[in-house]
């Protein structure tokens, strides 16, 4: 019988340090978000832009580049890792699978825009308030948050295989286990006086650290 | 659970992007299967083993 160290080459494909496991995985993920990161902050920057009327600005071509970069480099780790892993074989499901992702990212991403608009404030207050925003705009956003999610979230877990579902409930449940130990703790504390009133949208990125932290954790142990 | 996921695969010279290609499934569960870190469900089982045309306790065995 074979053995598998006998073969030239498997012993690459079986290297499962920590090492090489966060090299499959980071380069292309960094890559992704490095690329995203540009995108959508050139996306930002020129839109605040447009709303202070400073179109003709060095900045809105500044905010161009930037954005037609992180597209660039967006596309290419897409076209390279289309399940953003290195060495994955590409099928119809993984290519379904990483658009999912791509659209899920990106979708997140755009409504984050929703309140990068800026105000006497300045932006960094206005991303990070909990200041009234237009109705129209609230609601409107709401709501294509409401109707997109659950469906690319259905998309997406339809979509990986088995490993990949094992992992994001793992992290979804360290999400879950993270919310009902703080925010319970969180309210008394408030209710007791010594802590702030809790905010849903602290927890809300709590909840995704966490979840994160967890997948990534296991992925890499 | 043990399996002799890796030795099928490397009497076949598959590398694990191959052999994940042929069960559609990603590289890293081909992996995790290997190493016993995942067990495949059912379904999976099935079509590791109509892939090498064995039976699965052939290949995966709880009491090694």
Known sequence: MTNSDDIPGMAEDDDNSLGARFRRFAVPVLSFAAGLTLLLSGMAWG?????????????????????????????????????????????????????????????????????????????????????????????????????????????????????????????ESAGFRFFTTVAPAWWLGYRGGVLPQPDVMILFVGVLIASFIANMARRLT | MKNRLKVLRAERDWSQAELAGRLDVSRQAVNAIETGKHDPSLPLAFRIARLFDMRIEEIFDDEL
């Not at chain 1, 290419?76 to 990212?105: C, E, H, N, S």
């Not at chain 1, 009234?132 to 609230?138: K, R, Y």
């Open chain 1, 47 to 171: 839109a605040i832009q447009v709303a202070k009327d400073n179109i003709a600005s060095i900045d809105v071509a500044g905010a161009m580049i930037v954005g037609l970069i992180g597209g660039a480099i967006v596309v290419a780790t897409f076209r390279k890792w289309p399940t953003l892993t290195q060495g994955d074989p590409v099928t119809p499901r993984t290519r379904r699978y990483g658009w999912a992702m791509v659209a899920l990212i990106a979708f997140s991403m755009l409504i984050t825009l929703v309140f990068a608009r800026p105000s006497g404030g300045g932006l960094a207050n206005d991303l990070y308030s909990n200041g009234p925003l237009p109705t129209d705009l609230a609601v409107g956003a709401a709501l294509l948050w409401l109707v997109s999610m659950p469906l690319l979230a259905a998309i997406t877990r339809r979509n990986m295989d088995e490993v990949e579902r094992d992992l994001l409930i793992f992290g």
